[in-house]
């Protein structure tokens, strides 16, 4: 069974990077046809889907957020990464990091964390 766990900071000043790691068990990102993705849930948007690095190596991020996103994988660690540059407070919310094998929707999902944006 495939499990992710998001780590991070949890406090982000206005202006700075968001730098969110994922570390997936079970399983090697490797090789594994999955999705990885980055979504967020906001008391006012509700679930918002950021973005994904595939099994191919392709990513591909959600337009209002592409020009200050970045998605990555490290095959050493088992992990993927997001980075959101330039943040506000717009930004603060819940991030989940979820894995799933294509077609097969969003099957693994990490428990979420926090994270504010605040000077």
């Known amino acids: 069974q495939v499990q992710l766990q998001e780590s991070g900071p949890g406090l982000v000043k206005p202006s700075q990077t968001l730098s969110l790691t994922c570390t997936v068990s079970?399983?090697?990102?490797?090789?594994?046809?999955?999705?990885w993705t980055w979504i967020r849930q906001t008391p006012g948007k509700g679930l918002e889907w950021i973005g994904h690095?595939?099994?191919?190596?392709?990513?591909f991020y959600s337009p209002s957020q592409k020009s200050r996103t970045s998605i990555s994988k490290d095959t050493s660690k088992n992990q993927f990464t997001l980075e959101l540059n330039s943040v506000t407070p717009e930004d603060t919310a819940v991030y989940y990091c979820?894995?799933?094998?294509?077609?097969?929707?969003?099957?693994?999902w990490g428990q979420g964390t926090q994270v504010t944006v605040s000077s």
């Open positions: 690095y595939a099994y191919d190596g392709s990513t």
């Open positions: 979820s894995g799933g094998a294509a077609g097969e929707g969003y099957t693994s």
């Open positions: 079970g399983g090697s990102i490797a090789t594994m046809n999955y999705y």
